[in-house]
């Protein structure tokens, strides 16, 4: 079946710094996908659907300026957290849609700001 | 507006008991119900779904009967393996349908030999 491979699966980075995530659809192009995040012990919650080669779409209270997202092939995405703090500290997620509105995910992404 | 509440984890079973993992919903107009299961080290996949009231969704043993009347989507399984071992998520699905999907916090089950 469909594969969707996020990259890294945990990171660890320094307050201010940026740190970026990367979301791959293996075997089809994905001209749509989706970037959650999930507090501990909260629900996953859509960030922004990153459409290919043109701008994402960020749902209201996501700061564009500071979780930017690039579509820039049919099978790659990615999240940078800029100036990243230790509230962003979260597990991120990506999914991928695939015709027919079936949705595949990736394996998620720890961040942890320290 | 949309949401999803899910039984807290995590829940530790012996192999062949009985599950029930508790989901109810709020929603305006009629969701699609899922579930999903992240099992170790892999993506979330869809397990089963209900697309209307009264629907039953089943796959692998597991069930869901989507009941409008409670707002619940219990995902039961009569007689669970170790290989169950994973995160199950409820989730329903807005206005914009597949892609714009509400979830749970996810439960954490873990099968025991």
């Known amino acids: 079946g469909a594969v969707v491979s996020q990259h890294p699966s945990r990171v660890i980075c320094k307050s201010g710094t940026s740190v970026k995530i990367e979301c791959r659809s293996l075997d089809f192009q994905a001209t749509t996908m989706f970037w959650y995040r999930q507090f501990p012990k909260q629900s996953l919650m859509l960030m922004a659907t990153s459409n290919e080669g043109s701008k994402a779409t960020y749902e209201q209270g996501v700061e564009k300026d500071k979780f930017l997202i690039n579509h820039a092939s049919l099978t790659l995405s990615t999240l940078t957290v800029t100036s990243a703090h230790p509230e962003d500290s979260s597990f991120y997620i990506c999914?991928?849609?695939?015709?027919?509105?079936?949705?595949?995910f990736g394996e998620g992404s720890w961040l942890t700001v320290v | 507006g949309d949401s999803v509440t899910q039984m807290e984890g995590p829940v530790t079973l012996s192999e062949e008991a009985f599950l029930t993992i508790n989901c109810t919903y709020t929603a305006t107009g009629y969701p699609s119900l899922f579930w999903y299961v992240q099992y170790p080290g892999e993506g979330l996949q869809l397990l089963l779904k209900a697309t209307k009231a009264d629907d039953k969704g089943s796959n692998k043993g597991f069930e869901a009967t989507y009941r409008k009347e409670t707002t619940s989507f219990h995902l039961e399984k009569g007689s669970v393996q170790v290989s169950d071992s994973a995160v199950y998520f409820c989730?329903?699905?807005?206005?914009?349908?597949?892609?714009?999907?509400?979830f749970g916090t996810g439960t954490r089950l873990t099968v025991i030999p």
């Open positions: 989730a329903l699905s807005g206005d914009l349908g597949a892609n714009n999907l509400f």
């Open positions: 999914s991928a849609s695939l015709a027919g509105n079936t949705i595949y």
